[in-house]
């Protein structure tokens, strides 16, 4: 993992602190998630960064948050879910 997934990825660690490896393997097996782990550090940065800023402004940062804790932990929750086979017809 190079430095700036490092970053991204300690996002979503302090976000899901219960989940810590659940998190780090998800990470390690799907670009879609760290995608999201990407997505949420910008976000938290640009919220960070609205100091003083329009309250729209913050809420439209804090949904595209909250958003994108639920796709988060969804993806998490099927972490360990496995597909079963067709069924065989007789």
Same mark, same amino acid.
């Given at each position: 993992?190079?430095?700036?997934? !490092?970053?991204?990825l300690?996002?979503?660690?302090?976000?899901?602190?219960?989940?810590?490896?659940?998190? !780090?393997? *998800?990470? @390690? &097996?799907? /670009? #879609?998630? =760290?995608?999201?782990?990407? /997505?949420?550090? !910008?976000?938290e940065?640009?919220?960070?960064?609205?100091t003083? @800023?329009? #309250?729209d402004? =913050?809420i /439209?940062?804090e949904g595209w948050?909250?958003?994108?804790?639920? @796709?988060?932990?969804e993806?998490?929750? =099927? *972490?360990?879910? *496995? +597909?079963?086979? +067709?069924? &065989?017809?007789?």
């Amino acid at each position: 993992m190079n430095g700036d997934f !490092a970053h991204d990825l300690f996002h979503a660690l302090r976000r899901f602190p219960d989940q810590k490896e659940r998190v !780090a393997r *998800l990470a @390690e &097996r799907s /670009e #879609t998630f =760290r995608d999201m782990c990407e /997505e949420l550090a !910008a976000a938290e940065r640009a919220l960070a960064a609205l100091t003083g @800023e329009s #309250t729209d402004r =913050r809420i /439209e940062c804090e949904g595209w948050i909250d958003r994108l804790l639920g @796709e988060m932990s969804e993806a998490l929750c =099927r *972490l360990d879910v *496995l +597909p079963l086979p +067709p069924r &065989r017809s007789r």
